[in-house]
């Protein structure tokens, strides 16, 4: 298995606020990597810092073998490292085909061309359409991001990741605020994602963590404390404790 | 597959030319009906190109500006120099014009466009007024207070002379603000325009999907200023005359007013604007010469309140409300 994400010593500091110590991680093709901890643990920080909305204070990140940190984040996202956002980042006023032909443009390379091209423009189109088909989303392509249920929000966001064909992806708590009755649809996109795409999902709802992950990180207070299968993770006392409650068996608490 | 047809634009069919043709039928509509008034036309002509440059930095790429004359004066002085100094062919003066305001909206983009919001706003206040202080201390170049008279014009492709009555000067100006329309309609339907405007929706988003915001920025404004350059250009060879006042803050806010009542959002927001601001200025102008300001104060309000997409939008609205009235 090849490796393609690597973490050495990441360490990001707010003056004398560590939220990252000292991570090592690393995702290899076809990973299937769970990061969970309490609110406040530091796992949108670290999504952050891997994809280049933060620089870390010390510590490497290596993609594909080659160093990263010196890119910003659009540079780190066309080298390969995809996020979704936990809260909807999406351009509301634009429809969804739209919302996915952005990063299409992207990885084309044709966003500095400012006159139409009906070859290209109609290849770049079908990719989109392509890529929201399997999401369920083609019905909606031409309606506004605004108009849809949150839900369907959130499957233009993965729609989006998807669509930059990227080499690492990170997946921000993907079903967030959707009702409890969407989130099973959210759980079957995530199993049809590509197989060989490394993963690494920050997720609260501990049925879906125990569900998709394989291996599964926990982060407190900017560190790693804990590494090992969702089982090991689930008859660890310790992480009973802290994190997945008083009550013992988590989800609903949290 | 999906129907690809029924998806909205960018990425469409533009080669139908509706629009681009209505301009043509109004322009000369408008020049038949008033004959005496080609000046005024041909100002609102100039005005249209000048604000449809906003429409397409404003309007697409949401950048907060308020001194888009500091490029629309520095094609209008460039324009004029090149005719006084080197030749006074109009179409050479054009394309100085564009590119002298592209150079001045790249070299103030650069520093700029890294700031976004209220502190953008006031930093393209402050480049216009240093353009301005600029051209009023160098006299000797650009006539100081005076300006620059007298501006010589040859004909246009040598054939057309431009005439005392204003004809050519029409011609010309409607022309231009075709030809510049025909081609900013398709940078907005390109994957440029596309990508001009998932940045004024969020730029955090469009790092996540690669693009390099600032560079965008830098290009789109740039593009604008060339636009702002040429109607500039063509202020100064039509009036024959470049003053101070083509770099000043009130034509940048004239311009911002005049989109906002169109529409911001749509490049014909700019062509429907300019025409309505300019017609009631001057029909309450002629009634009372000194409160004319409160009548444009009032329209803007009732059109920020009631009509956020503005004149463009008009239509969409009165549909709405007539679907709403059987109830």
Redesign the interface.
């Known amino acids: 298995m090849t490796e393609r994400l690597r973490l050495t010593g990441v360490t990001k500091s707010f003056g004398g606020l560590s939220v990252a110590a000292d991570i090592n991680l690393s995702l290899s093709a076809g990973d299937r990597t769970a990061l969970i901890g309490p609110n406040g643990a530091g796992k949108t920080t670290l999504v952050n810092l891997i994809s280049g909305a933060l620089q870390p204070s010390a510590g490497d990140i290596h993609l594909d073998g080659l160093r990263v940190n010196r890119l910003d984040q659009a540079a780190r996202t066309r080298a390969g490292i995809a996020r979704t956002f936990q809260v909807s980042r999406l351009c509301r006023d634009l429809t969804v085909i739209e919302n996915v032909l952005l990063p299409l443009i992207q990885r084309h390379r044709a966003a500095f061309r400012m006159w139409p091209a009906s070859a290209s423009d109609h290849a770049i189109r079908a990719e989109a359409v392509a890529c929201l088909e399997p999401l369920g989303l083609a019905a909606v392509a031409g309606r506004r991001v605004s108009e849809l249920a949150y839900g369907e929000q959130r499957l233009v966001e993965i729609a989006i990741a998807i669509a930059l064909k990227p080499r690492v992806l990170l997946l921000d708590e993907p079903a967030a605020g959707v009702p409890e009755s969407e989130s099973g649809m959210i759980l079957d996109v995530l199993a049809r994602l590509p197989r060989e795409l490394p993963i690494l999902l920050i997720e609260h709802d501990m049925d879906l963590v125990f569900r998709f992950a394989r291996r599964v990180i926990v982060l407190v207070a900017g560190a790693i404390l804990f590494e090992g299968t969702p089982a090991e993770v689930a008859a660890n006392q310790t992480i009973r404790d802290i994190y997945l409650g008083r009550d013992g068996h988590g989800a609903a608490s949290l | 597959?999906?129907d690809?047809t029924?998806?909205?634009p960018?990425?469409?069919?533009?080669r139908w030319l509706g629009p681009e043709l209505a301009v043509v039928v109004a322009g000369v509509t408008a020049a038949l009906l008033f004959p005496d008034d080609l000046g005024f036309i041909t100002r609102i002509n100039i005005l249209a190109i000048f604000t449809l440059s906003l429409a397409l930095v404003i309007g697409q790429a949401g950048i907060a500006t308020l001194g888009q004359a500091a490029m629309f004066g520095a094609g209008s002085y460039s324009a004029a120099l090149w005719a006084i100094h080197i030749t006074p062919e109009p179409l050479s003066g054009v394309l100085i014009g564009a590119l002298v305001g592209a150079s001045v909206a790249a070299a103030s983009g650069v520093l700029m466009l890294r700031t976004r919001g209220l502190t953008l706003l006031m930093l393209s206040v402050a480049v216009a007024q240093v353009l301005l202080e600029t051209a009023n201390k160098a006299g000797s170049v650009t006539g100081g207070d005076d300006g620059l008279a007298d501006i010589p014009v040859s004909p246009i492709l040598g054939v057309f002379a431009f005439d005392f009555r204003g004809q050519v000067g029409f011609g010309y100006t409607l022309a231009a603000l075709v030809l510049v329309y025909f081609c900013l309609r398709?940078?907005v339907?390109?994957?440029?325009?596309?990508?001009c405007?998932?940045i004024r929706?969020?730029q955090?988003?469009?790092?996540?999907?690669?693009?390099?915001?600032f560079?965008?920025l830098l290009?789109v404004y740039t593009?604008g200023g060339a636009v702002a350059g040429i109607a500039g250009a063509l202020s100064a060879q039509t009036t024959q005359v470049v003053g101070l006042n083509s770099l000043g803050f009130e034509l940048s806010a004239e311009g911002l007013v005049m989109l906002t009542i169109g529409g911001v959002g749509h490049l014909a927001g700019a062509l429907l604007g300019v025409p309505a601001f300019m017609i009631i200025r001057h029909v309450a102008a002629s009634i009372n010469p000194y409160h004319w300001l409160l009548v444009i104060g009032l329209l803007l309000i009732v059109t920020i309140l009631f009509l956020p997409q503005g004149l463009y939008g008009l239509p969409e609205k009165g549909r709405a409300m007539v679907r709403r009235r059987p109830k």
Not at chain 2, 10 to 14: E, F, K
Not at chain 2, 189 to 195: K, W
Not at chain 2, 204 to 213: E, N
């Open positions: 597959m999906a690809l029924a998806v909205q960018p990425l469409a069919r533009t398709r940078v339907a390109s994957p440029f325009g596309l990508t405007r998932g929706a969020d955090v988003r469009m790092r996540a999907v690669g693009a390099p915001v560079r965008h290009s593009l």
